[in-house]
């Protein structure tokens, strides 16, 4: 699956510039947050400045999904360029990294980097057994205020976790800005995790009354009662008021709201440090989130399942001026569907390396690139179908079964397939261009019997191309 190197790369790799040469990089993940919930997006009331400054000088990927919608596997899947089922965090119970995996910040090492992680990892072991030029992180979820965090020294060993005072994304941003003012003769990387906006919500003491007078809306999905989807589905224990931090809807999603305005504080500092120090033109900026997030679909909230809300999410891409002068305009929004283990090859190329043959994406950045005058060369040619998964089942706190599904533009197929009922192989079917709100599901229905067997066979197809032959 991965992409052929577009032309500039391969120029770069016939002559390899000196380290000190090659762009900067910031890559910057939140938490939980949709791909809706930008103002570039088109929220009614959320304001993100610094979020719309990225996809306004750059540019912002509309069609931009995660292959399995959860914390800790979504994570490493951008640090490996692989799924799940190959890179061994299935989930966020205590699935570790498999060995073997490739491991992005040790490519760029290779490259010439220095190499920073500074946020949240959720993998267990939380990234201290890698490799670092400086790490400031934290265990588990964190805390809003009041974090635990451990910080690596001058000799690059990792302290023990002791509190800091004030909001967590705050005091983790100006540690890694601190980090990334220091001279040096190496280009940079720099992996910021946030953890907002995930729940239960805390925002900064600076925005606990922002958006107060904001008109919350209920989703259209709000009282669509989920007929003719499965129980699988049905069953879940993520509907709005069953956890005490969901009971009030409208402070819920202040509150959600509240948080990614922080962060946007946050990649503020992120974008004036670069300005200050000099070095915006030489630096590419990422910026994504781990999943997507319910927020009153079904009256539900929460992830794991693959529907839209849980599964797209924000993802936005300024390149270096160099770069910019062989791409569509700024502020273009590429449409090509794109994966996170997407980003890990973007990266790398970005960093003007090629992505390890282990890896399972392929770089977003030729979908940025002017088209030639004649036929699309393979690595611009759109994705035509990916493959979803999720293996955290039985859960003791949410309840959502095991799954895998094939998206195309078209079509969405949902296979429940270990489901713990008499029945077997629940499944979900959709027509993404007439039902885009996942209404209508068809999977039961005569007429479209030659659709699932087609999208099961195209499924099989890419679990065969990525390796998951394994039966659960």
């Keep these: ?102 491991w992005l910040p040790d490519e760029l090492r290779k490259l010439g980097y220095e190499v920073a992680f500074c946020g949240k990892s959720h993998v267990p072991g939380h990234f201290r057994d890698k490799t670092w030029d400086y790490y400031f992180g934290f265990q588990g979820q964190g805390n809003y205020l009041k974090p635990l965090i451990a910080e690596s020294g001058p000799d690059g060993k990792i302290g023990p976790d002791k509190p800091y005072d004030g909001w967590i994304d705050d005091v983790v941003t100006d540690k890694a800005l601190a980090w990334v003012k220091k001279p040096r003769a190496k280009p940079f990387a720099l992996f910021l995790f946030f953890k907002s906006p995930h729940r239960a919500w805390q925002p900064a003491a600076r925005h606990k009354d922002l958006y107060a007078g904001a008109a919350v809306k209920k989703p259209a999905l709000w009282d669509d009662p989920g007929q003719g989807k499965p129980r699988a589905f049905l069953q879940a224990a993520n509907m709005i008021g069953q956890y005490p931090d969901t009971k009030d809807y409208d402070g819920m999603i202040r509150d959600y709201a509240r948080c990614i305005t922080g962060v946007d504080d946050n990649v503020g500092k992120v974008l004036n440090t670069l300005d200050e120090q000099k070095i915006a033109d030489t630096t590419a900026v990422m910026y994504t989130s781990d999943n997507g997030f319910f927020l009153g679909e079904w009256q539900r909230f929460d992830k794991r399942f693959m529907h839209e809300p849980s599964v797209r999410v924000p993802l936005l891409l300024k390149v270096p001026k160099a770069l910019a002068k062989d791409c569509v305009p700024p502020g273009s929004q590429p449409g090509a569907m794109v994966i996170n283990p997407d980003i890990a090859p973007t990266v790398l190329e970005l960093a003007g390396g090629a992505p390890p043959k282990a890896m399972q994406g392929r770089s977003v950045l030729p979908f940025a690139r002017l088209p030639p005058a004649g036929p699309l ?64 599901n068809l999977a039961n229905r005569p007429a479209f019997q030659g659709t699932v067997k087609e999208l099961q066979e195209k499924m099989a197809a890419l679990r065969k191309e990525l390796g998951s032959t394994d039966a659960k």
Aim: hydrophobic share 35%; proline share 10%.
């Design 1 to 102: 699956m991965r992409s052929i190197l577009p032309a500039l790369a391969l120029v770069v790799l016939a002559a390899p510039a000196l380290a000190a040469d090659r762009p900067n990089i910031v890559v910057m993940m939140t938490d939980d947050q949709r791909h809706d919930y930008m103002s570039c997006a088109g929220h009614p009331f959320l304001k993100t400045p610094n979020m719309d400054r990225i996809a306004k000088e750059g540019f912002r990927y509309t069609n931009a999904f995660v292959t399995n919608a959860l914390c800790a596997p979504s994570r490493a899947t951008l640090m490996t360029g692989q799924y799940s089922h190959l890179n061994g965090v299935r989930d966020n119970m205590g699935t570790t990294l498999n060995p073997n995996a490739p």
């Design 377 to 440: 060369p393979p690595e611009m040619a759109p994705r035509e179908a990916w493959y979803y998964e999720y293996f955290e089942f039985p859960d003791p706190s949410h309840n959502v079964e095991k799954q895998r599904g094939v998206r195309t533009t078209k079509w969405k197929l949902i296979h429940y397939y270990d489901p713990p009922f008499k029945f077997k192989d629940a499944y979900e079917l959709y027509d993404l261009e007439k039902d885009p709100e996942e209404r209508v």
